[in-house]
């Protein structure tokens, strides 16, 4: 284990996100701690996942230096009507703000089918301390899709601030496609790592290395392992592609196995510790000190990068 690792990829609900769902009758919304979304069956969240002090303690015992939080996709805020999502995602940067120096936060965006963007809000966002833009995997399935929500790439790519690919919404009840009911793990297996491939393939297919020069990408949980596909996507008509040292996937909801076939494929350097906490905990190590010690600080910092703004918490020890 390092002893100043940075976790680029974690969930914390903030009291006034809690509220505002507690408030809702239509997904997503919350009855006590039990979600209920559009496109998955009712879950039961622990509450001490979201308890701000038991969380820096955890981070701590894995000696976890900075938490990096994100508003969690899967909910579907960005894809609602544009008051109710304008209010849910006032209420999360409202209540990231107030999280301790342990946490630093993404911001998110209405999807664009919903509204415009407020362009200049973002940009105040990022300029004020956030992180960077965390957009849904299922808002950027085509290479289009990656046309589309251009206007917010040049925004983060401009302020210096990465852009971080979730998982989003599955598209609807998904027992409604099935003769019986879906196992609990099937949208998280199923649904995200699709979404997550087709985002990783639209990225390579738009060209968007070529669209935004300077802008750094991170695809969370391995991307779906689309890269593992690299063979099967030239056989199939595609070109080979050389790694990109600015895109980055990290190790969330995978192990040894995935994550050793990932290097293979993009090397060491692009892969940074993501945990998905508090649904998964953060890697220990992977492939020696040294690779350990790559994934857990140097590739995150490299990521995170603000060094144009003297930010000394982003500074390896």
Known sequence: MTAAAVDVHQHLWPEELVDRLR???????????????????????????????????A??????VLACVSLSAPLGIERLDRREADALLDAWHAGARTLPDHFRSWASVPAQEVG??????????????????????????????????????????LAGRPV??????????????????????????????GQMQAAWWGWQAVGGRG?????????????GLAPIHHERHVARGGTAARIDPDVFVDTSSYGGQALDALVRVLGIDVLVLGSDRPYGEPLIGLLGDAATRAIRETNPRRLLDTSTEGTPWLRAS
Do not use: C, K, N
């Open 116 to 157: 415009e963007p407020d362009l200049q809000g973002l940009d105040r966002l990022l300029r004020s301390g956030f992180m960077g833009v965390q957009l849904p995997a299922s808002e950027l399935a085509t290479p289009e899709a990656w046309e589309r929500v251009g206007d917010v790439l040049r925004v983060a790519e």
């Open 211 to 223: 669209m935004f020069p300077s802008l750094r990408l991170l695809f969370g949980a391995g991307a």
């Open 59 to 64: 981070d701590r015992d894995a000696e976890v």
């Open 164 to 193: 971080f690919v979730h998982p989003g919404a599955e598209p609807g009840p998904l027992a409604d496609l099935a003769r019986a009911p879906l196992p609990s793990w099937w949208a998280p297996v199923v649904g995200y790592a």
């Open 23 to 57: 408030a809702r009758s239509r997904p997503p919304y919350l009855r006590g701690w039990t979600l209920h979304t559009r496109g998955e069956a009712p879950y039961d969240v622990a509450p001490r996942g979201h308890d701000v002090v038991a969380r820096i303690q």
